[in-house]
Structure formats: structure tokens, C-alpha cells
């Protein structure tokens, strides 16, 4: 059943602590997840995923939908049985990758028809379509379809956009049939604050579970987010969890933390492991270059994975220029660890009503690493 | 310290339980080595790879020393540390790979000339050279360099071959610095019986401490590879090891165990998976068939490894058609496990003088699982 408490806020600044319970776990916020688009974390079998003390994964609703199909996965026992992930699911609505992926798009006020990026297949997907994907998924917190505009928009069609993220939401709640898991509504509103705060207020006419901000982290200067950010958490609900989408680097993590956010995922560290740039507590690592041919020390002497514990930067390079696919998996239980280990250095930190400080002095130390 | 136990012969054919010792670890024999080429057996962590219970690994000597080169891996530790491979490492001499994936290859009594496949470097690899790469990477089990003509190749182009394997085998031996170790010599002669049991009488002057069949599973008929393995064994010392290179199939190693074989090595397992070709105990799955789109069950429901227990065919069809790294690790888990199980059964029947019943019962069942 899900619920979430509000277990403490930092003395000094707006950072949370909290504690998301889902059938399937519990998470400690504020909460990195890992992307698992396709039903899989590239590169990492789910034991391995544990491992790194990974709490909570998101699968991407537009690419199951597609392949294999919601209903293929369902009848194999639903997202959990089919991957083996035994922790919480988030799932997106779909939207993003509809905006991001696929092709032949036309929205109008009923959905969003669209082309396949795989086979070109046309698809209709509507608010109470995205819900039903997600329940068929087993789902532990889902969103509602919104309209995500790219970056730049004008301030008319942001507002257009938020009027019918609105009306989805309402519709996505409606449609929900499942108890026991999550639905969380999304703001819209790009970089305008007052339309961010407008969207706030339209959307806190219906209940939802949990708030996420949409639309950042799509081109927008760091600035710009960190502002949008900064506007809109104050009127969200003290009491709901705040999810900020699709964000981001190390760096704009801190900085999101100590402005009320209380969950994020991205594809960067999966993705930048994949291209051999590799997070540490000292430097930023681009495994290829030659300067780390004959270099001994693991990636991050700090660090408590396994790729640490037992190879050499050498060995890792060896691995990326030589195309092998352990290169890609050692990458990336660092990576994966290197993000979560940041998330319990932020919960310490809070607990500890410390965190301006940690945050003071991560952004001094690491101001750049990606 | 190397040496080798010959434990007992099958009452009834003859297959032989033997034990390996060295300075890294034992290896109960008959025994199969994953390949591991550039340093990794692709796909898999060290930690998986003895979990599937490996007991020994091959890695190649050509690509080690083109890339990252036996020198720097010296310097990082040599091939154990360097690789976190903790088991014995058995080392080509290069040669294979100097004839099949090199160009502008020149052969003299000396050596061979060769351009990397990489860059197009030249290169001139020698009896003595192919050693000192050898020790330099620290291997347990290390080869001599020897000359495989391809097949077909005429009668006097296989004399000439094995009169010069020969000379570079008796080079070879004078070249070995390091003790403690072992150093195998390589019997050729093709698919001409009696040129291989010139070979190893030529061979035999010298002393080695195993010997290996060479240039088999080069595009001959089974059967011709099966006849040449009978007439070559009865001439090689019973007391030591008895290596079949780059063989094979689970059919081949079955039916060449009974002939008194005792290592083998190949990529089959390992490239097998990662094409989506799984080996089972019922039949060959051909992981992306439509026929497994909704297949609920594991690979093969009499494997014990992490593939078979957690993951249905359906999933593992949807990794490989969505083109997952996952699909790699997941599908090379269950091959390498399924060798390894293959030759525990192998041990298990010889050590109850069986082994005719279990040949005779795989072979019926088995026949042509790939």
C-alpha cells in the first residue's frame, strides 16, 4: 500500500527527508532512480542492481507499450516477474518519449496519435490509455500523460500545454482502477513562473499522490531550472513527495535537494558508463584517454563498488577501447554506486541538519564534474 | 606448482579423470575453458565466471600482445591481477590468430611476419617471442607456437608444417625462463593419420608437460576430426594432459572425451549466446523465434545457473530483439553454466565407470543440439 512520510526537513534550508512505501519496498528520499527503459538497466542484471542498493527503478511506458506490449508483459506475471526487479517500479506516462522518439505526432484534446520509432506503427495514446499501460505493468507509482513542449515555447503554447495537462490529469485520475499503488500528477508551465505556479493550482484541484515537476532538463540553461525550481516547490504540498523529472547531473541534484526535491531520475549515469565517462569524488574520468593507459588505481579510491574494489583504471580502458561489453558493465555498477552513494551522503547530510554544508562543499570541490 | 594427476580410467572407453594442479588453482579434467580473448571472457565478471564454476580460462596471447600489450599488463600486475581472474589462465602461443586474423603474413623458418588487425602494425612473432609474451603475462599453462596451414592443405604442405612445429617446439622449450609453470607442445599434421603420429613422435623428443592437438576444427568433416583424434591419442604419454584446441561442440567434446581427451577450449558457448543461440538438455533455442514471445519457462528447467532461475525464454526474447546488453550477459550465464554442467556429467560418469551409458544416452538425445 502506498504512503509517504515526511520524516524530517534540514534545519538550515529545504532539504527532505522521507520514506516512499510501495508494495514491493520502501525508499529513502531524497531517491536517485536508475532508467530501465526497456525492462532492463543497460548493462545490469537486477541482483547486481540490488547490489549498488538501488531502491527504486523507473521503465519507461512508451517503449514497453511498443515491445513487448503491456499485455504480453501481464500475462507473464506483470513488469516485477518479467525483469526479476523485486523493489518499486516508477513508470512514466509515455509522453516524454512520444515528444522525444516517435514520429508523426498530432495532439489534439483527446490524445496523442503518433508513429512507432521502431516499426512505424501508428498508435493512439490517451490519458486513460497511459493508466491502464501502467496498471497492466503493475506499476508502484505512475504518472498522468501531460504535454511537454520542447525548449524554447512560447508563452501561449506553454499555457495551451498546461490547460491540457490539466484536463489529462483529471481524466488520468478518473481512469485509475488499481488501490494500492501511486499516481502523481505533473507540472507543466517550461520556464514561466507564474504559469509553473498556475499549473500548481489547477492541478492541485484533483488529489494525487506525489507532485513532479515535467518539462526540465529538455535544453534550458541550469540557471533557468534551477529557478523553475526553485518557484514552484514552495506550493506544492509539504506533505506529498516532489519528483523532478528527468534531472540530472550530480551537481544539480545538490542543488535540487536543497530546494525541497525529493526524487529524480536520469539517464546519465547509465549513459555517460556506456561512453566511458565515469563519475569520482575527485575528478571527472573519460576512461579512454591515455592518460590512464598505465593507471593502477581504481576509478574512485573513495568508492565502494565493485568495479573499485577489484580493476584498475587501466584494465577499464584496456576494456572500452577494446569494445568489450564488460567495459559497459563495470562502467556502469560504478556510475549506478557513484549516484547512489551521493543520495546516502544527502540523506546523512540532512539528517545531520548539515546540509549547506555538504552542499557548500560539494559545489566547491565538484562544480564542473559533468 | 604444475603438475598433473591421472586419477582413473573409464572401465569401458578411453575417457580419464585427471586433476591439474597450479599455482593458481585446480582444474578437474575432462575440463572446458571459456575464451577469454582480450582479457575477459565477453560479457561476464570474474565473479560470474566463477560462480558458473570455471575452473580455467583461455586467453589469447595474439591479442594481448597487440593490444593492450604483455608489457603493460606485466606492469599492472601481469594477467591475473590486471583481469581480477584469480583461476589458471591457459595462453595460446598467438599463432592461430597470426594465420586467421592477421594480413600480409610471411613465414620463414625463424618466425612469422604479420600485420596487426588493428592497426596494420608490423610485426615478426617468434618461437621465442611467443614464450616471452607467455611468461610475461604470468600464464599457468602456456603453448607453443606452431604452424596451422589451413584446410584443406596438401600432403607435403602438412610435412612441412609439422617439420617445422617441431623445430619451433623443441625452440620453444630452450626459451622457458619461468618454472613452475607448464609449456604444452602441439601436434599437427591435419587430417593425415600418419603425419600426425610422425608429428608427435618428432614432438616427443622433447619433453613437454602436456600435449595438444592442433589445427582441428579448422572446416574438416566431424568425423574426419573424430578419426584423427582416435589415431592420435593411443600415441601420446598417458600420463600427461591431452588437449583438444578449439573443440567444440557439446557433441564433439562427448564423443572425443571417450577417445581420451581431457581439455578443451572454444568459442562456441560464449559466441553461441551472444547471437541468441542457448543450448538446453531438450532441444536448441533460438532465443528471438516468435515461439518464445510468451514462453514462460526458463531456457532449461534442469539448469541451475542465475539465467534459468530467474528469467523466462519471453524475457530473455524481448532483451535480444530490443538489443540488450543484458540479453549477452544473461544468454552467455546459461551457456558457459550448461558447458560446465555438460563436463561435471562427463566427470561424474567416468568416475562411475559409466561412460559409455551417458555417451550413448547424450548422443541419442543430443544429437545435433547445434
Redesign the interface.
Known amino acids: 500500500m502506498y504512503s509517504f512520510d515526511l520524516i524530517k526537513k534540514d534545519a538550515g534550508c529545504d532539504a527532505r527527508l522521507g520514506l516512499i512505501h510501495t508494495t514491493h519496498g520502501e525508499v529513502h528520499t531524497p531517491a536517485f532512480m536508475p532508467v530501465g527503459t526497456?525492462?532492463?538497466v543497460?548493462?545490469?542484471?537486477?541482483?547486481v542492481i540490488h547490489t549498488q542498493r538501488v531502491e527504486m527503478i523507473l521503465a519507461n511506458t512508451y517503449?514497453l507499450y511498443l515491445?513487448?506490449g503491456h499485455d504480453?508483459i501481464a500475462?507473464?506475471?506483470g513488469l516485477h516477474r518479467?525483469?526479476?526487479w523485486s523493489g518499486p517500479i516508477l513508470t512514466d506516462s509515455g509522453g516524454f518519449q512520444v515528444y522525444s522518439l516517435a514520429t508523426l505526432r498530432k495532439l489534439s484534446d483527446d490524445g496523442v496519435t503518433f508513429q512507432s520509432h521502431i516499426d512505424g506503427s501508428s498508435h493512439f495514446l490517451t490519458p486513460e490509455l497511459a493508466i491502464a499501460v501502467q496498471e497492466t505493468l503493475g506499476s508502484d507509482i505512475m504518472m498522468c500523460l501531460d504535454e511537454c513542449p520542447p525548449y524554447p515555447s512560447s508563452r501561449s503554447r506553454m499555457e495551451a500545454a498546461v490547460n491540457r495537462t490539466t484536463q489529462w490529469a483529471k481524466r488520468s485520475r478518473l481512469a485509475k482502477r488499481i488501490t494500492g499503488n501511486a499516481l502523481f500528477g505533473i507540472v507543466q508551465g517550461g520556464i514561466y513562473p507564474d504559469l509553473r505556479k498556475h499549473s500548481i493550482e489547477l492541478l492541485l484541484e484533483t488529489d494525487f499522490d506525489g507532485y513532479a515537476l515535467g518539462g526540465l532538463s529538455v535544453g534550458e540553461p541550469t540557471d533557468e531550472m534551477l529557478a523553475v525550481v526553485s518557484a514552484s516547490v514552495p506550493d506544492l504540498p509539504e506533505k506529498l513527495p516532489r519528483y523532478l523529472m528527468g534531472v540530472g547531473t550530480p551537481d544539480d541534484i545538490v542543488q535540487c535537494v536543497s530546494r525541497g526535491i525529493d526524487m529524480f531520475d536520469c539517464v546519465i549515469p547509465t549513459r555517460c558508463a556506456r561512453n566511458g565517462l565515469l563519475f569520482t569524488n575527485q575528478e571527472k574520468v573519460v576512461i579512454k584517454h591515455a592518460r590512464y593507459?598505465?593507471d593502477?588505481r581504481p576509478i574512485d579510491i573513495l568508492c565502494d563498488c565493485?568495479t573499485c574494489k577489484?580493476?584498475?583504471r587501466?584494465?577499464l580502458?584496456?576494456?572500452f577501447?577494446?569494445g568489450?561489453?564488460?567495459a559497459?558493465?563495470?562502467n556502469t555498477i560504478h556510475n549506478v554506486r557513484f549516484y547512489m552513494s551521493l543520495m546516502e551522503r544527502i540523506r546523512d547530510a540532512i539528517a545531520k541538519d548539515a546540509y549547506g554544508d555538504f552542499m557548500a562543499e560539494w559545489m566547491s570541490y565538484n562544480k564542473g564534474i559533468i
Open positions: 526497456q525492462g532492463t543497460k548493462s545490469l542484471t537486477p541482483e517503449h515491445r513487448p504480453l500475462r507473464m506475471g518479467f525483469t526479476n593507459r598505465e593502477d565493485y577489484n580493476f584498475s587501466a584494465y580502458r584496456h576494456l577501447i577494446a568489450e561489453i564488460l559497459m558493465i563495470l
